[in-house]
């Protein structure tokens, strides 16, 4: 079965530092991987996506991903963090094309301090 | 505003009341998806929608919850007598389904229950 994993539900970063936050996934199948933001009181925002054109993936905001298979993981990171981008982060995977159901793990919360 | 949108945004209601969700698509978007998203938790699936014909129900959609798309457009998500454990956010999506085409789900601002 399909499942992802977020390696910790809480990063806290400066303004002007690295964001990485950590996703692998498990699948028996090449996989389509998503991240996604919430904002507070808000709905899921699509960032980027991975659909095997390319293992690096540039998103909106700044972000970026990339798919390593070898370590099955699409780590989301940014070079700078801006005090917007405090929100929760959850990656979620698709077995196929065809959509369906999105697998989401339990999000990681971005904290940003000046 | 022409993303998806749910009403009503919060709902507070006693244990046993039914309650119902709306959910309004992105207007070309054949596919309607409904999550539950509980506090500090992902999204998780419980049923979709292609056009107008429910295609699949998660485990977690008990006999007291339904759901339906009479006319391939907006969805109700409906519960009946509801429980303490129903209390959630319920969150809407919708894609685009093309043949052979990649689809992308877009979420509504989700619909806070509390059930008292």
């Known amino acids: 079965a399909q499942s992802v994993t977020q390696l910790g539900s809480h990063v806290s970063v400066s303004e002007g530092a690295l964001v990485l936050l950590r996703c692998n996934y498990s699948?028996?199948?090449?996989?389509?991987l998503f991240w996604y933001v919430q904002y507070p009181n808000q709905g899921l925002q699509l960032l980027l996506k991975?659909?095997?054109?390319?293992?690096l993936v540039k998103g909106i905001n700044g972000f970026e991903a990339e798919f390593k298979k070898s370590e099955t993981s699409f780590h989301l990171t940014k070079p700078s963090a801006h005090m917007s981008d405090a929100a929760e982060y959850f990656c979620?995977?698709?077995?196929?094309?065809?959509?369906?159901?999105?697998?989401f793990g339990k999000g990681t919360t971005l904290s940003v301090s000046s | 505003d022409t993303g998806v949108s749910q009403d009503p945004r919060h709902k507070i209601t006693k244990r046993g009341q039914n309650v119902t969700f709306r959910c309004d698509p992105i207007?070309?978007?054949?596919?309607l998806y409904w999550y539950r998203q509980t506090l500090g938790q992902g999204p998780e699936f419980l049923t979709y929608?292609?056009?107008?014909?429910?295609?699949?129900k998660s485990r977690l959609l008990s006999d007291r919850f339904s759901a339906e798309r009479p006319k391939g457009s907006f969805s109700t998500l409906e519960i009946q007598r509801t429980e303490q454990g129903d209390s959630a956010m319920y969150l809407c999506?919708?894609?685009?389904?093309?043949?052979?085409?990649?689809?992308?789900?877009?979420f509504g601002p989700g619909t806070r229950l509390l059930v008292l």
């Open positions: 999506a919708s894609s685009l389904r093309t043949s052979g085409g990649w689809e992308t789900q877009y």
């Open positions: 699948s028996s199948v090449p996989p389509y």
């Open positions: 991975y659909t095997s054109a390319a293992t």
């Open positions: 979620a995977v698709s077995i196929n094309q065809a959509g369906t159901a999105l697998i």
């Open positions: 207007s070309e978007h054949n596919r």
């Open positions: 929608f292609q056009n107008e014909a429910q295609l699949e």
